[in-house]
């Protein structure tokens, strides 16, 4: 079945520095999409990409799909305390709209 | 974005008991629900689609008896966990999208505990 493999499982940084995370799929993917958990909460989407090769920023986040649609990055620059949770990539089949996640990046950040 | 609401935010039940989680679209029609399970410090794994007025597609794994949706309305579905056992025990959540959106907005989830 379709995967994605998101990197790194978990970041451990101090407050100010920049982060960044990927996924890879072995499958492509038409959108791809980034999302933010808090504990006990659902998913909130962070940025959605739907062009191969779209770049993307929202605030102190930016998101990039990659040529082949079968990868993404997400950077959070400047990271602040706020930002501590988990990062989920997705990617969604567009016959569908099933949603498919990696397995997640757990961020902390250290004051 | 979207409003998604789901009910209840946590929920506490005997074993052998079913239970019942509710999943709203408040300003949108939501055409297509998606019922997500998560176990601690793991990602999200679909359980099943289902579009208004039809019957819900189940993962593969996913037993349909045990798992009861309805999607009767354009901003309601439900699932019914049946006979719910300890090992159902998890964190429940729905998406919903409807043909206009292009991306699915989540529900906050609900904690099933079986005891």
């Known amino acids: 079945g379709q995967q994605l493999n998101q990197s790194p499982q978990s970041m451990f940084i101090q407050e100010g520095e920049d982060v960044s995370m990927n996924c890879t799929s072995s499958?492509?993917?038409?959108?791809w999409l980034w999302y933010k958990q808090d504990p006990g909460e659902g998913p909130v989407l962070l940025i959605a990409l739907y062009k191969a090769g779209e770049l993307t920023s929202n605030g102190r986040l930016t998101a990039q799909f990659g040529i082949t649609r079968k990868d993404s990055f997400l950077n959070i620059s400047a990271s602040i305390p706020s930002d501590v949770g988990i990062y989920f990539c997705a990617g969604q089949l567009s016959n569908t709209g099933k949603l498919i996640f990696g397995q997640g990046t757990t961020l902390q950040v250290k004051p | 974005g979207a409003v998604v609401s789901q009910h209840p935010s946590r929920v506490i039940c005997k074993s052998g008991t079913s239970v019942k989680i509710e999943c709203r679209s408040l300003?949108?029609?939501?055409?297509?629900m998606f019922w997500y399970r998560q176990f601690p410090k793991q990602s999200l794994m679909l359980m099943a689609t289902?579009?208004?007025?039809?019957?819900?597609?189940?993962e593969q794994g996913v037993e349909k008896d045990k798992f009861l949706i309805n999607h009767a309305s354009l901003t309601l579905s439900t699932l019914t966990v049946t006979s719910a056992h300890p090992e159902d025990s998890s964190f429940y959540i729905c998406?919903?999208?409807?043909?206009?959106?292009?991306?699915?907005?989540f529900g906050q989830g609900t904690r099933l505990t079986v005891v």
């Open positions: 300003d949108f029609q939501a055409t297509t």
């Open positions: 998406s919903a999208r409807d043909f206009q959106l292009t991306e699915a907005f």
């Open positions: 289902s579009n208004e007025g039809s019957k819900a597609t189940y």
């Open positions: 499958s492509i993917f038409n959108t």
